[in-house]
């Protein structure tokens, strides 16, 4: 009886070979996803990063565009009402679009973000990433916003210029551009400000370094500009001084040899731009300066 079932299970999955290919090296029809989920999500999905980034689905079906990014980055990429929005979220999502992908969207530890990137988690790092510095590290877009590093203290500390800040506490997002600029011993004028301080603490997000801001365990936190004008917009309490960092450049990055993918998303934010769309999204967060948007065809 045994025997004979196992003939009758053979069969089967003969057949079974015969209508599939019975897992076949076809790389074309079938998604490499290492989740049932990234499969199935609608576009804007919201996941935990777990998913295989850019896999095909089967025939008819989207493409996923997994995007990594900072959950506490506004106004580039935040959590509202429980939605993931921003800036680049919008502006990712009109790509997906046009290109009848499926946008995922990843929050990522900031400071993990090359492991994300390199194990095949995310797509590409799109959340106010900038480029200067680290050209060599990734697969970069041209750059597609203009940014400013400042520092935000409270009204009032009685701090007006950075000169100020000697003996002061100092917060800063760990492996972000204000640090690396803080750090940067070829800029002798920022270092020597850096050296000056109490203290320059690294934290994991601008969140939790304005909270200690506003408790008042903090004298000033070191950061991007946008971020800095859109948190002054809900907290009156917060002042930006007018001494700048460093300036820089926000780009997409893409791992090392992600030539393909990188051109068609630059291609088609090109398009966007052409077509107003792109300044039209901008309207919708009032700390993005048009002005700063630097699109072009012609990198």
Do not use: H
């Not at 990234?38 to 576009?43: L, Y």
């Not at 690396?180 to 994991?204: H, M, R, Y």
């Amino acid at each position: 009886m045994k025997k004979g079932l196992a003939l009758c299970m053979a069969a089967v999955l003969a057949m079974g070979c015969l209508l599939t290919g019975c897992g076949s090296s076809d790389t074309g029809a079938k998604s490499t996803t290492g989740s049932v989920a990234a499969g199935t999500e609608a576009a804007g999905t919201e996941t935990a990063g777990t998913e295989a980034a850019g896999t095909q689905t089967t025939d008819g079906e989207k493409k996923t565009f997994t995007v990594g990014f900072d959950a506490s980055f506004p106004p580039y990429g935040y959590q509202e009402n429980g939605e993931y929005v921003g800036f680049d979220l919008d502006l990712a999502q009109e790509v997906c679009d046009r290109n009848g992908w499926e946008l995922v969207k990843t929050p990522i530890d900031w400071d993990a973000k090359n492991m994300e990137l390199n194990s095949g988690a995310i797509d590409c790092i799109w959340n106010g990433f900038t480029l200067n510095g680290r050209e060599d590290d990734y697969t970069w877009t041209p750059a597609y916003i203009n940014n400013t590093q400042v520092f935000a203290v409270n009204k009032n500390s009685g701090i007006t210029k950075a000169a100020d800040l000697a003996g002061k506490n100092v917060l800063v997002q760990a492996d972000s551009s204000a640090l690396a600029a803080l750090q940067d011993e070829e800029n002798t004028d920022i270092k020597a400000l850096a050296d000056s301080f109490g203290s320059l603490t690294q934290v994991p997000d601008y969140e939790s370094a304005l909270m200690e801001l506003e408790a008042g365990s903090a004298d000033a936190v070191a950061m991007d500009e946008g971020v800095a004008l859109t948190k002054q917009a809900q907290n009156d309490n917060i002042v930006i001084l007018d001494d700048v960092i460093s300036q820089e450049q926000y780009s997409i990055a893409f791992k090392k040899g992600n030539d393909e993918l990188r051109d068609q998303v630059w291609s088609t934010l090109v398009e966007m731009e052409k077509d107003g769309t792109v300044d039209k999204i901008a309207a919708k967060y009032p700390s993005i300066n048009t002005a700063n948007i630097c699109i072009s065809d012609n990198e």
